[in-house]
C-alpha cells in the first residue's frame, strides 16, 4: 500500500465521517514493515543567521531521541532521526518539509523558530497531514490540526509580563514603552498588548507609546532619548521584542545614558540563555525576560536535565560556554517524549490517532508536569520571570501560581474566538449567538 | 548623622547581645514583632508597627521575609543566610548539636509575604536603603520614596539629607523631599516645594505638579504650580535641542569613521571597494579576538586591551588590503565593474568565513571607563563611549589630512593620484604608492571597525550596515575631495538625528533614514559631483 492511496484512503475515510476505516487499515502497513526503525524529521536551521538559536534545539531533540531508544524505543521499534538543515531560508523549509513528509515519510517533524518558517511549512504539512512539533513563543492566531505548539501563547509569556510589571513587586508600572524589530512577531504582539493594556488593564492610550526599528538597526540614541523622557517620572517599562543584533545597541545605549534596570526595567520576549551567551551582558543585568522555563530554576527534575545535557555537550564536542539549556529547548525536549508517549499510548504512528492520544497528555518536565490541552493542539505550563545575572542567567523574581491555559487566539483581539480540534472539531472558531461558527466554514 | 549613628549602634548592640528585653520602653521586642510578621492574620498589623523602624535588625528580617529567605523551623523562626547559614532573627548564627553551624534539613516551612503587603515592605525597605552605604542604592531608593506619595517618609528622608555628602545624591533626596511637600497640610510648604521643583527643572516632578495643580485650591500654589510646569517644560525643550545636535555630531563621527577610509580608496583612488565593509568588521573581529585574549591571559589588565586592539585593528586592516591590492585590485584598475564585482566577492568570502570560525554573534564589551557617561544637563547624558568617537574621528582626519597634503608621502600619492603617467616619469614608484595608498585605506576601516564594536554588534554581516552609508557620505562630498568627506557626514547626521524626533509614528528610524536618502538623492540630481567637486584637469583625469 503506497504513501499516497493511503492518504487518499484516510481522507475519504475522514469525509465518511468514519475514523474507524482508517484503523483498520493501518495494522497492516504496521506488519509489513515491522520491526523498522520509525523516522522522524528534524527541521531546524543549522546554518545562516538562526542557527546559532536553532542548533541547540537539534542537540536537545536528539538527546531526547537517545533517551527514548535507549529505554526500548517506541512501539518496540527504534526512533530514527533525519535531519533538515533549512539554513535559514523560508523557501527551503518548505521544500525541505516536503521532502521529510514525501520522501522520507516520517512519523512526525519536529522544527521551526521563526514565525516566517513556520507559515511557510503550513500548507505543506496541512496538506500532506504531517504532524509538526513546534517549540517556540509565538505570536498566536493561529491552530493548525497539523501543529502541536509547545511553545507559549501570548498569554503565557507576554501578559503575564505585564501582570508582573504592573503588581508591586515589579514596581508598580503605569507606562508602557512597546519597542520591537519591525515584522510580524512584535507588531502582532504589541497589536494585542496595547489592546490588554488599554481593555483588560485601563491604561490610558497616553501612557502607551509604540516604535519599530528594521533589522540590524544600529542607532538607538534618539529612541532611548524618547525613553527617558517617557519614564522621567520612575513609573514606565520597556516592553522589548527587538530581534537578535540590535539587542546589543540597544542595551549599550541604555545603559550610556543612565537609565537603569531599577527604574526603567525591560521586559524583554525574545531572547533567552542561548542568545545571552553571546552578547556583551553587562549593560542588560537587572533586566527582565518572561519565559515558561530558566536554566537556573532549582527544581529537580531539572537539575538532572541540565546534567544531563552537560554529560551530552561532552559527548558531542559543544563548548561548555555555549552547553546552556533555555526555553525553547525545554519545549524541544519535552515536545519529542510527549510525541513517544502519545505514539505509545495510541499503538500507532498515524497522525489522526497521535492527535487523539496527544489531547491531554501528561508527562513530567523540568518545571514540572507538562499538559497538552485536550482541545487547541497548545500547551499548558508555569510562567515566570527571570532577572538577568552577570553570568548570563537569569534569578527567578516571580511566577504564576499555576498552569496558565494556552490561548492561541488572544481574548482581547478576537473576543469570544477558540479552538477545538477534538471530537469532530473543526479548530478555530468563533462563538455566534451562543453557537460556534468555524473558521474553516466561514471561507 | 553622627547622632543617628550612635543610635544605630545602640540599636546593634542591644539587639546583638540579645538584650531586646531590656531595652528601654519603646524599644521593638523583635521577637514577638516577627513572629506576628509570620502569622498572615497578624502579618499587615507587625508591618505597621515596624514603619518607624531603624533598627537593622528589622531591615534584616524585612529582607528575609520579602526574599523568601524566612523559615518557621523547630518551632521557631529563623533567616536563610546568602552562604546557607542559619541565624535567629536578631541575627545571631545558629548551631546544631556538635556544635557545627545549623543547616535547613527537612520540615522548614518558608513564611509567605502576601502578596498585597510587598509593596508596604518594599516602602520600609527603601526607608532603610536610603541611609545605606552605596551611593546609587541610596539614590534609587531617594527617588523611589518621592514617587511613592507617602508623606510618612519624609522625617527618614530629612535625616538622610543633613548627613549626605554626596552631591548626587542629595540632588535626588531634596527632590524626593520636595515631591512629598507637595501633599503637605500647609500651604507655604507646599508653594516652597513646588518653587524647588521648578527651579531644579524636575522632569520626574511633572506627575506630581499635574496632580496637585488639579486640586490645589489656593491661589498662590497654583500659579507657582503652573509656572514650575512652564519652567521644567521650557527647559526640557531647550535640553531635547542639545541633545539632538549632540545625537546628530556622534552619528557624524559614525560616519566620518566609517567612511574615511573609502575617502582614500574610493575617493583618492576610484577604487569602488565592495569589501569595506568587511575591513571594518575585521577591525570589529580583532577587538573581540584581542579581548578575548586579555581576558583568557592577562585579566587584570582586561581593560586595557582597547589601546592594544586599536593600532592591532589598523594592522590587520592594512595587511588584509594590501594583500587584496597586490593579489586582485592591481589586475583590475581602470575596470570598475569588475572591482565592484570581485570585491563584493572578497566581501562574501570573508564574511562566511568570520561566520565559520567566529560563529553568529559575538560581542566587544566596553572597557569600564567607557561605560556610562557625563551628565551634561539634569538627565542628558553624553555617553563617554560616543565622545570617543567623536574624538577618534577628528584624530583620524586630523592624522590623515596631515599625511596626505603636509608630508612628502601625501605629496607622491597626491601626484601619482592626479597624473600617473607624469608621476611615474618623475620616478615616483606608482605601484607601490597604489598598494601603500589602498593599504592605507583599509586600515583606517579597520580603526573605524575597532571603534564602532563599542557601540555597536560584532557579527558577520556587520559590514553590510557600513557600506550604503558609507559610499553614500563620499559620494555626496565628492568624490576625490576630504573635506567634501566631512561636510557631507555632519550634513547626513545631523539632518537624520534632527528629522527623527520630528517623525512622528510608530518607525520614526526607519522615515528619518528613507527621509535623509531622498534628500541626498534629489541633492546629487542637481549637482551629480556633490558637495565638493574636483575642478580643472584633476577632475578630466579621474573621471
Given amino acids: 500500500m503506497s504513501a499516497w492511496s493511503r492518504r487518499e484512503f484516510l481522507r475519504g475515510s475522514l469525509v465518511a465521517g468514519t475514523g474507524l476505516a482508517a484503523g483498520i487499515g493501518f495494522p497492516k502497513i504496521l506488519t509489513a514493515q515491522g520491526k523498522e526503525p520509525i523516522k522522524v524529521g528534524i527541521l531546524h536551521s543549522l546554518s545562516g543567521t538562526m542557527a546559532i538559536s536553532e542548533a541547540p534545539i537539534k542537540e536537545v531533540v536528539l538527546m531526547a531521541i537517545g533517551e527514548i531508544n535507549k529505554a526500548g524505543g517506541v512501539l518496540g521499534r527504534k526512533v530514527e532521526p533525519v535531519i533538515e538543515d533549512p539554513a535559514s531560508n523560508w523557501d527551503l523549509f518548505a521544500e525541505k518539509s516536503k521532502k521529510l513528509l514525501l520522501q522520507d515519510k516520517v512519523a512526525a517533524v519536529f522544527g521551526c523558530w521563526t514565525s516566517v518558517s513556520r507559515k511557510s511549512v503550513l500548507p505543506v504539512f496541512e496538506k500532506n497531514n504531517g504532524l509538526l512539533f513546534y517549540p517556540v513563543q509565538y505570536e498566536g492566531e493561529e491552530c493548525s490540526k497539523n501543529v502541536i505548539y509547545t511553545g507559549a501563547t501570548i498569554n503565557q509569556q507576554a501578559t503575564p509580563g505585564i501582570d508582573y510589571l504592573m503588581s508591586a513587586e515589579g514596581g508598580g508600572k503605569k507606562k508602557f514603552y512597546l519597542l520591537g524589530s519591525d515584522y510580524v512577531y512584535p507588531r502582532t504582539t504589541n497589536k494585542i498588548l496595547r489592546l490588554y493594556l488599554t481593555k483588560v488593564k485601563k491604561v490610558p492610550e497616553s501612557a502607551i507609546a509604540e516604535e519599530y526599528t528594521p533589522f540590524h538597526h544600529q542607532d538607538y540614541q534618539t529612541i532611548v532619548g524618547k525613553i527617558k523622557s517617557f519614564s522621567a517620572a520612575g513609573d514606565a517599562a520597556v516592553i522589548n521584542t527587538i530581534n537578535g543584533d540590535s539587542n546589543v545597541p540597544f542595551f549599550k545605549e541604555l545603559a550610556n545614558q543612565g537609565v537603569t534596570a531599577d527604574k526603567t526595567p525591560t521586559m524583554s520576549y525574545s531572547f533567552a540563555e542561548v542568545e545571552l551567551q553571546t552578547l556583551d551582558v553587562k549593560p542588560l543585568v537587572g533586566h527582565l525576560a518572561s519565559w515558561n522555563y530558566f536554566m537556573s530554576l532549582k527544581t529537580p527534575d531539572n537539575l538532572k536535565w541540565v546534567k544531563a545535557y552537560k554529560e551530552w555537550c561532552k559527548g558531542h564536542s559543544i563548548p561548555d560556554k555555549q552547553c546552556v539549556t533555555d526555553d525553547p529547548m525545554m519545549h524541544a525536549y519535552i515536545h519529542v517524549h510527549l510525541w513517544a508517549k502519545a505514539v505509545q499510548k495510541a499503538e500507532s504512528t498515524d497522525v489522526e490517532k497521535v492527535l487523539k492520544a496527544l489531547e491531554g497528555l501528561e508527562i513530567p518536565s523540568p518545571v514540572g508536569k507538562y499538559k497538552v490541552d485536550e482541545k487547541n493542539h497548545h500547551t499548558w505550563k508555569p510562567v515566570y520571570i527571570g532577572k538577568i545575572r552577570e553570568d548570563g542567567q537569569f534569578d527567578v523574581v516571580w511566577k504564576t501560581k499555576s498552569w496558565v491555559r494556552p490561548a492561541p487566539w488572544s481574548e482581547v483581539t478576537y473576543p469570544g474566538r477558540d479552538c477545538d480540534w477534538s471530537n469532530g472539531g473543526k479548530g478555530s472558531f468563533d462563538v455566534v449567538g451562543g453557537k460556534r461558527m468555524w473558521l474553516s466554514d466561514k471561507s | ?543
Fill in chain 2, 1 to 543: 548623622m553622627r547622632a543617628l549613628a550612635v543610635v544605630l549602634a545602640a540599636a546593634w548592640v542591644l539587639t546583638g547581645l540579645g538584650g531586646v528585653a531590656a531595652a528601654g520602653p519603646g524599644a521593638l521586642d523583635l521577637e514577638s514583632a516577627a513572629r506576628r510578621l509570620a502569622a498572615p492574620a497578624t502579618q499587615k498589623g507587625a508591618l505597621g508597627e515596624l514603619t518607624a523602624s531603624s533598627d537593622p535588625a528589622v531591615e534584616r528580617l524585612l529582607r528575609a521575609l520579602k526574599d523568601g529567605a524566612l523559615y518557621v523551623w523547630k518551632g521557631r523562626l529563623v533567616i536563610l543566610g546568602d552562604d546557607a547559614g542559619l541565624t535567629d532573627v536578631a541575627g545571631r548564627p545558629l548551631l546544631d548539636a556538635q556544635g557545627q553551624p545549623a543547616q535547613l534539613g527537612s520540615g522548614q516551612e518558608a513564611v509567605a509575604l502576601d502578596e498585597s503587603h510587598f509593596g508596604v515592605v518594599q516602602r520600609i525597605l527603601e526607608r532603610f536603603e536610603v541611609l545605606g552605604k552605596d551611593p546609587a542604592k541610596r539614590q534609587s531608593a531617594a527617588f523611589k520614596l518621592g514617587t511613592s506619595g507617602d508623606p510618612s517618609a519624609i522625617p527618614v528622608l530629612a535625616r538622610a539629607i543633613e548627613g549626605e555628602t554626596n552631591r548626587d545624591v542629595r540632588a535626588a533626596l531634596e527632590d524626593a523631599l520636595a515631591k512629598l511637600r507637595l501633599r503637605a497640610p500647609d500651604p507655604a510648604d507646599r508653594l516652597g516645594a513646588v518653587k524647588q521643583l521648578g527651579r531644579r527643572a524636575s522632569e520626574a516632578a511633572v506627575p506630581q505638579l499635574q496632580a496637585l495643580l488639579a486640586e490645589e485650591t489656593d491661589p498662590a500654589v497654583r500659579a507657582a504650580a503652573r509656572t514650575a510646569l512652564q519652567d521644567i517644560d521650557r527647559f526640557v525643550a531647550q535640553r531635547n535641542i542639545v541633545g539632538y545636535l549632540f545625537n546628530g555630531i556622534s552619528l557624524a563621527a559614525v560616519l566620518l569613521i566609517m567612511s574615511l577610509g573609502l575617502a582614500v580608496t574610493f575617493g583618492l583612488m576610484g577604487i569602488i571597494n565592495m569589501a569595506h565593509g568587511e575591513m571594518l568588521m575585521l577591525g570589529s573581529y580583532t577587538a573581540y579576538v584581542v579581548q578575548e585574549i586579555f581576558a583568557a591571559r592577562f585579566p587584570a589588565y582586561a581593560d586595557s586591551y582597547f589601546f592594544v586592539a586599536l593600532p592591532l585593528a589598523f594592522l590587520v586592516a592594512g595587511l588584509v588590503g594590501f594583500a587584496l591590492e597586490w593579489g586582485v585590485i592591481r589586475f583590475l584598475y581602470g575596470r570598475p565593474l569588475e572591482t565592484l564585482i570581485v570585491t563584493w566577492g572578497v566581501g562574501m568570502i570573508l564574511q562566511q568565513g568570520a561566520r565559520l570560525y567566529f560563529g553568529d554573534q559575538t560581542s566587544v564589551n566596553s572597557p569600564t571607563w567607557f561605560r556610562g557617561g557625563v551628565e551634561v544637563l539634569t538627565g542628558l547624558i553624553f555617553p563617554w563611549s560616543r565622545i570617543f568617537i567623536v574624538g577618534l574621528a577628528l584624530v583620524a582626519l586630523g592624522a590623515l589630512w596631515l599625511l596626505l597634503y603636509r608630508s612628502y608621502a601625501g605629496l607622491k600619492v597626491r601626484a601619482v593620484m592626479q597624473n600617473r603617467a607624469m608621476a611615474a616619469c618623475l620616478g615616483v614608484s606608482t605601484r607601490r604608492v597604489d598598494a601603500v595608498t589602498f593599504a592605507l585605506g583599509t586600515a583606517l576601516a579597520g580603526v573605524a571597525g575597532c571603534a564602532l564594536a563599542l557601540i555597536g554588534t560584532v557579527d558577520p554581516e556587520v559590514g553590510k550596515t557600513y557600506i550604503v552609508d558609507s559610499f553614500m557620505v563620499v559620494v555626496l562630498g565628492g568624490v576625490g575631495k576630504l573635506v567634501g568627506t566631512v561636510v557631507a557626514a555632519v550634513c547626513i547626521g545631523l539632518s537624520n538625528k534632527l528629522i527623527e524626533p520630528a517623525i512622528g509614528g510608530t518607525a520614526a528610524a526607519v522615515y528619518a533614514k528613507v527621509a535623509v536618502l531622498v534628500i541626498v538623492i534629489w541633492f546629487l540630481q542637481w549637482r551629480p559631483t556633490g558637495l565638493f567637486a574636483q575642478r580643472g584637469r584633476a577632475a578630466t583625469e579621474t573621471a
